[in-house]
């Protein structure tokens, strides 16, 4: 098997472990003929989706009152939406993610674009980076920990990103405003500015259903935004009111 298979491969792995009940590195590595770094990132990808527990050296069968408690599926939307926004990178790109469950989805998305350089405020994206197979050159904001949005934010996150330039932005929205461009609750709002300063391409990642969701804080106005990428839900009206403002508009089908 080839070792760039790699979704076959974690599959092949997931078969070995209900056979054995229980698998380990060096000898995983000797059978699909690839490294013990890249199994490790497969035994962590797989541990991540709720299907093994990794012990010293290997791996075992997740128990099964775990298995109930482990979080849902990434939505079908948000599928959708981050295929198409991974289209829209090329390879060696510079691009930064922002925190997010429809952003995070995106990283497995990147595996077969080499020589990213990837900026992100959260762990959790970091983390799913790490899992790849052609893993980024990782940069992070580091900065204050805020709880809510579980990202780092404030002046020095600010300071560290406007030490590079980039060629895109993926960031999320708790809500979009066709008056104003996409809105959340969250007061922290100055290091989603800096990020599309220092971008050349604001893209917006947000399933349709966020649309006229009323929230208090204008994070990102319209003028500050490129391309929005939703899914087919987005009614018309909607549609030929954000073409209108000059947004590049993309609605992945499920």
Not at 161 to 170: G, I, K, N, V
Request: hydrophobic share 45%; aromatic share 4%.
């Amino acid at each position: 098997m080839s070792k760039r298979n790699t979704p076959q491969r974690r599959h092949a792995i997931l078969a070995l472990l209900a056979e054995q009940g229980e698998v380990h590195v060096e000898a995983l590595a000797r059978h699909f003929e690839t490294s013990e770094v890249t199994v490790r990132k497969d035994l962590a990808a797989l541990e991540n989706n709720g299907l093994l527990l990794r012990r010293y050296g290997g791996a075992v069968p997740m128990p099964h009152e775990l298995v109930a408690e482990h979080s849902q599926p990434v939505s079908p939307y948000k599928q959708a939406i981050a295929r198409a926004a991974a289209a829209s990178i090329r390879e060696h790109a510079r691009i930064i993610i922002d925190s997010g469950s429809t952003t995070t989805a995106l990283i497995p998305e990147l595996d077969r674009r080499p020589g990213l350089v990837v900026m992100t405020n959260s762990l959790s994206v970091a983390n799913a980076l790490r899992e790849l197979e052609q893993e980024p050159v990782l940069l992070m904001t580091g900065g204050t920990w805020d709880p809510h949005s579980e990202s780092f934010q404030g002046q020095v996150a600010e300071q560290v990103l406007r030490s590079y330039d980039f060629d895109q932005l993926f960031i999320g929205a708790d809500g979009i405003d066709l008056a104003r461009g996409t809105t959340t609750f969250n007061e922290l709002l100055g290091l989603s500015r800096v990020m599309a300063e220092v971008a050349r391409e604001v893209i917006v990642m947000a399933e349709a259903d966020k649309l006229g969701r009323r929230m208090p804080n204008l994070e990102l106005p319209w003028s500050s935004i490129h391309t929005l990428i939703t899914d087919a839900r987005l009614d018309t009206e909607a549609r030929e009111q954000i073409l209108a403002r000059g947004i590049k508009l993309i609605c992945a089908d499920v």
